[in-house]
């Protein structure tokens, strides 16, 4: 498993670890968002990332990545998806009904107070099939393109786009360093400058480093744990195939509960329901009298 071990050196900002401990840092976070957006944002306090065992307005069981508001209050969810996973479209949904659901105060009836929400999924990769690097989605009606206004927007950036003439350059040249993080690269802009170093300042971190081994470390631990637990479940399986088409053989054999369980050398307690499973169902084969017996509807003495 540890020669597919990537180092810290070698990732990428499209790696989700170095992602969110890139982007955890307030300035970082503003940059990038106001590269994205094309206009100056300032945060207030910290980007809350995955990584964080965190009490917040926005905890819930699936994570979002980081997320931050700015001095007006809207909220923003930045998100690097490596992998298409051929649902970002509907989970980008999920993701907006779980902030919206958060973004009023209890006891709240004034709608109208819900705050902005942006929602942002960076990937090397075109969702739309367009060849665009962004797109941007907010409701419309469908009849009159009127637009609905409701403070909700999601963008979709792709590293592989091909109208630059349509974006800036400092985002096209932003892109291309969130999937080429590792080369020498020189930056056209202040703002990207100050990400690229700060990105150096992580990968060099010894604190990090050893956090990234140990999220690496855990990772491998739940894999091993997931495939021992596997093995296990499937050891059991075939037991008792085993044993359902040895007692279906001594049955049609006519010999008794008490012989059956002698000769196998269990105690009766063990295979009597499963006995009287298979005495019930002795016409079936192995793998229907098996499905019958592992069925959370079958009835017990």
């Known amino acids: 498993m540890s020669k597919n071990k990537k180092s810290l050196q070698d990732l990428t900002l499209l790696d989700r670890f170095l992602f969110a401990e890139v982007m955890e840092d307030p300035k970082t976070f503003e940059n990038i968002l106001s590269i994205i957006l094309g206009e100056d944002i300032s945060i207030k306090g910290r980007p809350q990332s ?6 917040s307005p926005l905890k819930r069981q699936v994570r979002l990545d980081v997320w931050a508001e700015d001095e007006t209050d809207a909220v923003y969810n930045v998100e690097a998806q490596k992998e298409n996973t051929k649902n970002l ?6 993701y907006q009904a779980l902030i919206d659901s958060k973004l ?3 006891g709240e009836v004034d709608f109208s107070n819900m705050k902005d929400c942006y ?3 960076i990937a090397p990769f075109d969702l739309f ?10 409701m ?9 206004e409701d403070g909700a927007t999601r963008i979709f950036l792709n590293t592989h786009g091909k109208n630059s003439e349509d974006i800036s350059p400092e985002l096209k040249e932003l892109l291309y360093y969130m999937e080429h993080t590792t080369e020498e690269i020189s930056c056209s802009t202040s703002r990207l400058q100050e990400i690229k170093n700060h990105v150096n300042i992580v990968k060099s971190s010894e604190e990090i480093g050893v956090k990234y081994m140990q999220e690496w470390e855990e990772k491998i631990l739940e894999k091993q744990k997931a495939r021992a637990e596997g093995l296990a ?8 195939f085993r044993l359902i088409q040895l007692i279906k053989k001594k049955i049609q054999k ?3 509960f008490i012989q059956i369980a002698d000769e196998l050398e269990e105690e009766p307690d063990n295979i009597q329901s499963l006995y009287e499973c298979i005495s019930q169902n002795i016409n079936l084969t192995t793998e229907e009298i098996y499905k019958i017996y592992i069925s959370p509807d079958k009835t017990e003495d």
């Open 129 to 138: 099939g367009r060849g665009l690097y962004q797109y941007t989605f907010q």
């Open 140 to 148: 419309t009606c469908a009849e009159t393109g009127q637009p609905l």
């Open 50 to 55: 995955e990584h964080e065992n965190r009490t």
């Open 233 to 240: 479940e499937g050891r059991a399986e075939g037991e008792t």
């Open 119 to 121: 929602s942002i999924i």
């Open 254 to 256: 006519s010999k008794s």
């Open 104 to 106: 009023l105060d209890p």
């Open 89 to 94: 479209p509907h989970r980008s949904r999920f």
